[in-house]
C-alpha cells in the first residue's frame, strides 16, 4: 500500500509572511520593517494603475492602514505580496472607478528604477526626443485605457516582478487566464504604437 499522506512539494520560505505572524501577535517593529520594505513598491503600483502619482502615496497608506486593520485575519495561504497587492488592487479600482485619471500615468520603471521593456522603440539621434516624448505620453493614454485586469496583470507581471500564480491569487484567476490578460494588454499596447513601431523599421 502507498502512503496517501505523503507531503507535497515544500512550500518557499515566505519571510514577509513571517514578518505578518508576528504583526498579528502587535509585535511593531514588524510592521515597521514590512511598512518600510513594501511602501514604495506599493505607491509605485498605484501610481501606475491610477495614473496619478499624486494620490499614491496616500493609497499607499490606505494600502497598509488596511493590512494593520486586517492583521488579526491574516491567514498564511499564500504570500505576503500576494495578500499585500490584493489589498491594493481593489483600493486602487475604487479609487479610479470614483474618478478619471486617464492620461495622467508616469513612464513606467520597474523596482530598480530601470525602464520597463514593453514595446517601446527607441529613438535615435535628431527629433527623437521629441518623438520620445510623444511616444511616452502614447503609452502613458494606452496604459490606463486598458482593462483594469489586464492592467493590473501587466503591471504586477512586468513593473512588480509576480509570477503568474500570485497574479492569479490576487485577481482570483487561473495562471493560464493570466497569460491571456498579459498578452492581449501586449497586443493592444503593440496596436496603439503601431505607427512608431513602423517609423523605426
Given at each position: 500500500m502507498t502512503d496517501s499522506t505523503e507531503p507535497g512539494p515544500a512550500r518557499r520560505p515566505d519571510p514577509d509572511g513571517e514578518l505578518?505572524?508576528?504583526?498579528?501577535?502587535?509585535?511593531?517593529?514588524?510592521?515597521?520593517?514590512?511598512?518600510?520594505?513594501?511602501?514604495?513598491?506599493?505607491?509605485?503600483?498605484?501610481?501606475?494603475?491610477?495614473?496619478?502619482?499624486?494620490?499614491?502615496?496616500?493609497?499607499?497608506?490606505?494600502?497598509?492602514?488596511?493590512?494593520?486593520?486586517?492583521?488579526?485575519?491574516?491567514?498564511?495561504?499564500?504570500?505576503?505580496?500576494t495578500w499585500l497587492y490584493t489589498i491594493a488592487h481593489n483600493l486602487c479600482l475604487n479609487e479610479v472607478r470614483r474618478f478619471d485619471y486617464r492620461g495622467r500615468l508616469d513612464p513606467l520603471e520597474t523596482p530598480d528604477g530601470e525602464p520597463v521593456e514593453l514595446p517601446d522603440p527607441r529613438a535615435e539621434a535628431g527629433d527623437a526626443r521629441v518623438s520620445g516624448l510623444e511616444l511616452e505620453e502614447r503609452l502613458r493614454a494606452l496604459l490606463v485605457e486598458l482593462p483594469e485586469t489586464q492592467r493590473t496583470a501587466l503591471l504586477l507581471s512586468r513593473v512588480e516582478g509576480l509570477r503568474y500564480e500570485e497574479i492569479?491569487?490576487?485577481?482570483?484567476?487561473?495562471?493560464?487566464?493570466?497569460?491571456?490578460?498579459?498578452?492581449?494588454?501586449?497586443?493592444?499596447?503593440?496596436?496603439?504604437?503601431k505607427e512608431w513601431i513602423q517609423d523605426e523599421r
Open positions: 505578518m505572524a508576528r504583526v498579528r501577535r502587535g509585535d511593531q517593529a514588524a510592521y515597521r520593517a514590512l511598512y518600510e520594505k513594501h511602501l514604495a513598491a506599493v505607491a509605485r503600483y498605484a501610481a501606475r494603475f491610477t495614473g496619478n502619482p499624486a494620490r499614491a502615496d496616500e493609497l499607499a497608506q490606505d494600502v497598509f492602514l488596511q493590512v494593520y486593520r486586517a492583521r488579526e485575519r491574516w491567514e498564511p495561504r499564500a504570500k505576503f505580496t492569479g491569487d490576487v485577481l482570483g484567476c487561473t495562471e493560464q487566464a493570466v497569460k491571456s490578460l498579459i498578452f492581449r494588454a501586449t497586443r493592444r499596447l503593440k496596436e496603439g504604437l
